[in-house]
């Protein structure tokens, strides 16, 4: 009577029996993952500027509804991950992959929450619908490469991914009606609440407002599904008890996440954004092969280390100079920027100013730094291209007279500066003595050398 009267799916829906889903016995077993549209009308945009302006006039700007992309484990309920994004792709959902398998805790006290967000570790099973992002060839690719097996169950039955689409009515029910521009489930319940009228969050602020509530409100919360117990307590219990796979290293990270980037492979190793990175390995090809285009993989939160494909096989290569280890590209930039406006006058600038530099940048960007992770905006390997060349041209960073510099020939005159000098010879290291000769640079902008006369090189 009800397939007569309403259709199959009807019938299938109101029939059908209850179930808790397939089983999972221990933390990152199974891992479901979709994508879903915020039922919240926001401001497309970062705030910054926006912070001071009052509700209606911030509501004049651009506003939508983002997505966002959620991965939880059905074991013990807990959310492994979130990205917010402008529209679904297959990128965004590769990222929030990425996120699965790290601590997530600097994420969680740049948002301000009280507890930890250390769930993580390596996948087993991943379970998605069949959306275009998680059809899409290189989406599976980074499944497969992290060790993980995926599975795609049949579309139309959502009970065979129970937790997921659960855990998007508790957004919509326990979180929205918290939030202003809420644009409820459907036209029925949200009748003539003007929610585009009185949007009023922005992309940071949202990004903040869904890890306080995951990691402070859901996770500490008792679960129906659990037996009462919270997610936080169902973790630290099952993963005492059963353990957690381990995450992929950091050189498997890198080649299944990392930005695809090609570079010239020549005595200096290979040289990204002024730094020389170089390896056993990229030593002997070079004694080899003489060099050529290597394909490289680059994390943009880490510059310690890139990886270099040589063959078949990916290898970690090392920054030569010591001072760029565990900066971002985002602080490297900055640094850089701020040194070639400051000091545009004079030939040698001081190590340490380099690093007193450093620290007071990752003071200011640590927080906004962990937040950006989950939120739209990325870097793409054509924006770092168009970044390396308008602002490291021309800069070398590495150990001069040597294979990392590539310039072995050390011109006449010119002092070696120490292993671990940054920016080759344009910084000199920390308490160098001034000298009236110092290999043929100006010690400072005010006071000339004996060889001031002397013909400068483009290294110079």
């Not at 037996?227 to 005492?240: M, Y």
């Not at 793409?380 to 490291?392: G, N, Q, V, Y």
């Not at 990392?404 to 671990?420: H, I, M, T």
Request: charged share 25%; with cysteine.
């Amino acid at each position: 009577m009800v397939v007569q009267r309403k259709g199959i799916e009807a019938a299938r829906r109101k029939f059908g029996s209850y179930e808790e889903g397939l089983p999972a016995d221990y933390p990152l077993q199974r891992v479901e993952m979709d994508e879903w549209q915020i039922d919240l009308a926001t401001l497309l945009g970062d705030s910054g500027a926006l912070d001071g302006l009052p509700p209606e006039d911030r509501a004049k700007f651009e506003v939508g509804r983002r997505w966002i992309y959620v991965a939880i484990d059905c074991a013990t309920r807990c959310i492994l991950g979130f990205r917010i994004v402008v529209t679904p792709n297959s990128q965004d959902a590769i990222r929030t992959l990425n996120l699965i398998i790290q601590d997530k805790t600097p994420i969680a006290e740049a948002a301000g929450c009280e507890s930890r967000w250390d769930q993580s570790g390596g996948i087993g099973v991943l379970v998605t619908d069949q959306g275009s992002a998680f059809a899409a060839e290189v989406f599976r690719m980074a499944v497969a490469d992290m060790g993980a097996t995926y599975e795609a169950p049949p579309a139309g039955v959502p009970k065979l991914r129970a937790r997921i689409e659960r855990i998007f009515r508790t957004f919509g029910q326990q979180l929205a009606p918290m939030l202003i521009g809420r644009t409820f489930s459907n036209p029925i319940e949200r009748g003539d609440y003007p929610s585009e009228q009185w949007a009023a969050l922005t992309d940071d602020e949202l990004a903040e407002i869904f890890t306080l509530f995951i990691v402070d409100i859901y996770h500490n919360t008792p679960h129906a599904g659990l037996k009462g117990e919270t997610p936080a307590n169902a973790w630290k219990r099952l993963s005492a008890e059963q353990g957690v796979t381990p995450p992929p290293d950091a050189n498997q990270r890198r080649v299944v996440f990392g930005i695809p980037l090609t570079r010239k492979l020549d005595r200096h190793g290979v040289r990204v954004f002024g730094i020389n990175y170089t390896c056993p390995k990229l030593q002997e090809v070079l004694m080899r092969s003489g060099g050529g285009d290597i394909p490289i993989r680059l994390d943009p939160d880490d510059l310690t280390h890139v990886s270099v494909c040589l063959g078949h096989e990916w290898h970690s290569a090392q920054a030569v100079p010591r001072a760029v280890h565990g900066l971002s590209l985002d602080e490297w930039q900055t640094i850089v920027r701020d040194l070639r406006t400051r000091f545009r006058e004079q030939a040698i600038l001081s190590e340490d100013i380099v690093r007193e530099a450093r620290k007071k940048i990752r003071a200011i960007d640590a927080r906004a730094r962990q937040l950006r992770r989950i939120q739209p905006q990325h870097w793409t390997a054509e924006a770092l291209d168009r970044a390396e060349s308008r602002l490291f041209l021309g800069l070398r960073f590495g150990t001069e007279g040597s294979a990392a510099s590539g310039d072995l020939e050390q011109p006449e005159g010119r002092k070696r500066p120490n292993p671990d000098d940054l920016l080759g010879d344009v910084i000199e290291p920390p308490n160098a003595p001034k000298s009236p000769n110092n290999g043929g640079l100006a010690s400072s902008a005010s006071a000339p050398t004996a060889n001031d006369d002397d013909d400068w090189s483009f290294d110079d």
